[in-house]
């Protein structure tokens, strides 16, 4: 069975490499700290664990919750749409999140983990007037 830090570990890498970020960390930073060069950031941070228990000798089912955080600033150019980069961002994350292992029908992190999914609702802000867009995503981690 993996660890927890080297499912994390793996996780960011692979949502890392589904676009090209400037900043990437497993540490999540203050929007107004991410500038225009430092963009677009993907931040990757732990949020909690869940175990469920369907009976006293069943095995639980246990789940990693993290949340992906995804930064764009453009600066003062009005010209700009922060929240195109973030969009496109997101996209990119369905995608990297596509089943690789079709027998369980799940993304499996190349077989690291049971499945790994977005699993919520992504909250979003646009970045219209501070010229900062964000989406914060909900990952959920099955673990075998």
């Known amino acids: 069975m993996a660890t927890r830090e080297a499912i994390m570990t793996a ?32 931040f990757l941070f732990e949020d909690g664990e869940h175990y469920r228990r369907e009976g006293p000798w069943k095995p639980a089912v246990r789940s990693l919750m993290a949340k992906a955080v995804i930064y764009n600033n453009v ?18 994350l369905d995608a990297a999140l596509a089943v690789d292992d079709f027998t369980r029908n799940a993304c499996t992190l190349g077989g ?7 699993d919520g609702e992504i909250v979003k802000a646009p970045g219209d007037v501070t010229g900062v867009a964000l989406a914060v995503v909900p990952i959920r981690v099955l673990l075998p």
């Open 11 to 42: 996780l960011l890498a692979k949502l890392a490499a589904s676009s090209e970020y400037v900043s990437v960390s497993r540490r999540n930073r203050a929007p107004e700290t991410i500038t225009p060069a430092l963009s677009p950031a993907l």
């Open 75 to 92: 600066g003062p150019n009005s010209n700009l749409v922060p929240a195109t980069v973030v969009n496109n961002a997101l996209d990119a």
């Open 112 to 118: 690291l983990v049971a499945g790994v999914l977005i």
